[in-house]
């Protein structure tokens, strides 16, 4: 069964992304410092934004007041059962508690709408603001992943130097 939008939360909703998100989301999607930690688009960001179908786009907007403020999804993770969860949000944003809003409203649907048994976020280990703010949602740390050489190459990271680049946290209980 799939989420129900849009979803209002405390000051921002969850919608689907629409065609005139392109310019807005690139501007997050191409923000070094926001994708710090992620890679970036393989497409220039001019092109990004003229290929962009919403429609084809995984996860969903992050909206305050008709402004696009970042993105959010659940995954099938690759476990049976998992969802993977995932948050973005612009640089604009930063400090207002949207991330933890958005993580709330996202595990309450996973568990809720989606009947995710786990929820799995991956995690760059120097992400400290994210894993303190996952683990206040009792995530805990479960190892080292290995990411794959496509991937660290996309980044321009030696393979030697990304295999601790990210850690998978999962919830401690399953259910509130």
Not at 118 to 146: D, M, S, T, W, Y
């Amino acid at each position: 069964m799939p989420i129900l939008l849009p979803k209002k939360g405390e000051g921002f909703a969850l919608r689907t992304f629409r065609r005139e998100d392109a310019e807005r989301l690139a501007e997050i999607e191409f923000d070094i410092e926001v994708k710090r930690y992620l890679a970036l688009p393989k497409k220039n960001k001019p092109q990004w934004i003229r290929e962009f179908d919403p429609d084809l786009y995984n996860g969903w907007a992050v909206d305050i007041g008709g402004v696009l403020a970042g993105r959010a999804s659940i995954l099938r993770g690759k476990r049976q059962g998992d969802g993977e969860l995932a948050v973005i949000i612009g640089r604009p944003f930063w400090g207002l508690r949207l991330g933890r809003k958005v993580v709330a409203m996202l595990i309450q649907a996973a568990f809720d709408e989606l009947n995710a048994k786990a929820l799995v976020a991956k995690v760059h280990p120097e992400n400290q603001a994210i894993i303190a703010l996952l683990r206040a949602f009792k995530f805990r740390r479960r190892g080292i992943v290995v990411a794959t050489t496509e991937h660290c190459g996309s980044m321009g990271i030696s393979s030697t130097a990304c295999r601790e680049m990210r850690i998978t946290l999962r919830p401690s209980r399953t259910r509130r």
